[in-house]
């Protein structure tokens, strides 16, 4: 059973647009939500982190939206490029013990 | 700066076969991982360790051993390898488990 659940699988978005990729999770413990980008033959590389006392924090053209009492949280990608195909991981850590959703591939089109 | 390090990068095993996947890292930080990686399942833990000495099971501990008797060095563990064992296996380190981890690059293996 799975502690974080990512939606969607699979995403595709035009040059310039919005990605939003959501999670949820059920165990209120959790205290740190980062979100992982991987490519292809790589390990994941941290992409921005968000902890529950913030409701939202932007680095660039990234940002995460944190809703506590919905236990929910998001991923945006404003004007998303083709450099940003990728695989996205949101996680959840409660006392060292890391939970990761399934994943999400995003294929931005030219 | 190497980072994290992990050897071999491909691995095929025979079902029943031993072996230990390597991880090193030089950036001093005392919280270390390992990961599998599945399709469609993201990562699962497996076991992790908070500093030289100390280590805990994860979400997927069962069939894998592991031991940290340096800040540097957290080596896997595979006892008598099983088919349901063919992953990606990627290995992390960080200041804390709240901090940003650092991968490597994977250990693919197969059990054939």
């Known amino acids: 059973q799975q502690q974080v659940k990512q939606s969607p699988q699979s995403l595709i978005v035009q040059k310039g647009g919005i990605s939003i990729i959501n999670c949820a999770y059920e165990n209120t413990a959790f205290d740190y939500f980062p979100w992982y980008q991987q490519f292809p033959g790589k390990g994941p590389a941290l992409l921005i982190a968000?902890?529950?006392?913030?409701s939202e924090k932007k680095e660039g053209r990234f940002t995460i939206s944190f809703n506590k009492s919905a236990k929910q949280f998001s991923l945006h990608i404003m004007d998303s490029q083709p450099g940003d195909s990728a695989t996205y991981f949101c996680?959840?850590?409660?006392?060292?013990?890391?939970?990761f959703g399934a994943g999400t591939r995003l294929t931005v089109k030219p | 700066n190497a980072g994290v390090t992990q050897t071999p990068k491909f691995q095929v095993l025979k079902t029943g076969q031993s072996m230990t996947l390597q991880c090193a890292q030089d950036m001093n930080h005392e919280y270390m991982s390992w990961y599998r990686q599945d399709p469609g399942m993201g990562l699962r833990l497996i076991h992790y360790?908070?500093?030289?000495?100390?280590?805990d099971q994860g979400e997927v501990p069962n069939g894998y051993n592991v031991s940290r008797s340096t800040t540097e060095d957290f080596p896997l563990r595979l006892l008598s390898a099983a088919p349901s064992q063919t992953s990606v296996y990627f290995c992390?380190?960080?200041?804390?488990?709240?901090?940003?981890?650092?991968f490597g690059d994977g250990t693919r293996l197969s059990i054939l």
């Open positions: 996680a959840a850590n409660n006392n060292n013990d890391m939970r």
């Open positions: 360790s908070v500093g030289a000495g100390i280590t």
């Open positions: 992390a380190s960080s200041v804390g488990s709240r901090q940003p981890q650092h």
């Open positions: 968000i902890r529950p006392d913030v």
